[in-house]
């Protein structure tokens, strides 16, 4: 069968993290579906995001290239007008491309601006009314937002109860998602590239009950460790959204919100299996960027450049490929480039490599991998297998305001795989790779 007859399904599952899932050694099974797709599937297992926030790490995704290509640095609501500007001269973008080779393009997810291009189907929010229609329309103004979020834990606590929140999400569950690409994708006539972006696992956890039992660990116990007043507030906010008290509650949550997805990726699975679809679609399973869930005494944000928050599960069922593990680095930019080489075609304006070759004949890929910090001004890490250097200008993080990096960090990573022992000590022999980095 010709390659460009295979249907893409391309599945992000968000602030998912390798160390959760027993696929990558998490000791609790949450994945079962995710566990059987993946002994049919490569599994890469040191594959990194190119930006710990969702707007950027989505647009180097689609274009495949990092955010100091592409220009898009941070996210909504304190995106600059520099980089959309920058953002305009894009010269590849998947979901055109696909479009443009005959693809029935579809969002099962609601998308927004410069994302939305070239899909011929966004599944858009529900519409709110009377009260939240007002509320919807306030938090949509970044300015008014920015506010908002700044508001210290009681105040926020108070416009919970009227508004719902200040939490900025187009949620819609796991199980209404494939109930719409189901209906959507049956009978499609054309090669598709469908498109999954699940919000259940990125905090809140919406969707999923908070556990009865509490743990030890209480709100207390958290920010009494935490010394900056705008980060104690923050993550004060943070236990009040989910309906938490405890740490082990919001583990639970997490665990219980990994379940739901895992549910509906199977049930998918299963329908294109059923419906003789299988046989000829690639399936991408991954994650747009991690998170802290206390490391580092960062918590419940995807800030900073730890390996928490950039290292990502890649999982592509590929027809005409076996199982396999790989531990060469690799990066999500690697993925439209792959694409195209499966589908024969090719593309200049691209920093990301095709992984075709390494999963056939394995051996070294990349020396190293770049991730940029969305949440600050200028940062970034450098990251070898062996090594990580993090360079960061931030006096700190937009989210809750704290400087989850210093200015110069280094790390040995066959000694410290924790990123516990600051090694830097004036120079690294990673500075040399920073020098092509513009922001």
Not at 3 to 23: E, G, H, Q, W, Y
Not at 317 to 325: A, N, Q, S, V
Request: charged share 30%.
């Amino acid at each position: 069968m010709a390659t460009s007859k295979f249907n893409i399904v391309m599945i992000i599952v968000d602030a998912l993290r390798p160390k959760d899932l027993s696929l990558y050694g998490y000791l609790k099974e949450v994945d079962k579906n995710i566990k059987r797709i993946a002994s049919e599937s490569i599994v890469f297992e040191n594959n990194f995001t190119a930006s710990n926030l969702s707007d950027p790490s989505r647009t180097s995704i689609f274009s495949g290239q990092y955010p100091f290509t592409h220009g898009l640095i941070h996210q909504y609501p304190n995106i600059r007008k520099k980089e959309v500007d920058k953002l305009r001269k894009l010269k590849f973008w998947l979901p055109i491309y696909l479009k443009n080779l005959g693809y029935s393009t579809i969002a099962a997810t609601p998308l927004y601006m410069w994302l939305k291009k070239g899909f011929d189907y966004v599944k858009e929010e529900e519409k709110a009314s009377g009260y939240k229609k007002f509320y919807k329309k306030i938090i949509s103004n970044d300015k008014v937002l920015k506010i908002l979020l700044k508001f210290p834990s009681i105040l926020y606590r108070f416009g919970k109860k009227i508004f719902g929140g200040f939490y900025n999400t187009n949620y819609e569950s796991s199980k209404k998602t494939i109930d719409f690409v189901i209906q959507k994708i049956n009978g499609e006539k054309k090669p598709f590239f469908l498109f999954i972006h699940f919000e259940d696992t990125h905090y809140p956890y919406p969707g999923a009950k908070t556990p009865r039992k509490k743990g030890n660990t209480t709100i207390k116990d958290v920010i009494k460790k935490i010394s900056l007043k705008s980060q104690r507030e923050y993550v004060k906010k943070r236990f009040f959204d989910a309906s938490a008290t405890t740490l082990e509650q919001m583990r639970e949550k997490l665990n219980n919100a990994i379940i739901n997805v895992d549910k509906q990726i199977g049930r998918l699975y299963d329908f294109l299996n059923d419906k003789k679809l299988l046989e000829n679609t690639i399936v991408i399973i991954l994650a747009d960027h991690g998170t802290n869930f206390g490391e580092h005494n960062i918590y419940f944000e995807h800030s900073g450049l730890y390996d928490e928050a950039i290292h990502v599960p890649l999982i592509m069922k590929i027809p005409g490929f076996k199982h396999k593990r790989i531990d060469s680095l690799t990066q999500s930019i690697d993925i439209a480039p792959t694409i195209l080489d499966i589908l024969e075609e090719k593309e200049k304006n691209i920093d990301g490599i095709s992984l075709i070759s390494l999963m056939r004949t394995g051996g070294n890929f990349r020396n190293r991998i770049i991730t940029v910090d969305g949440t600050s001004e200028k940062a970034f890490t450098i990251r070898t297998k062996k090594r990580k250097l993090i360079i960061s200008d931030s006096n700190g993080c937009s989210l809750c305001g704290a400087p989850h990096n210093k200015k110069f960090e280094e790390y040995d990573l066959e000694k410290d795989p924790g990123e516990r022992n600051n090694i830097y000590n004036g120079r690294s022999q990673l500075e040399e790779f920073s020098k092509n980095i513009n922001f």
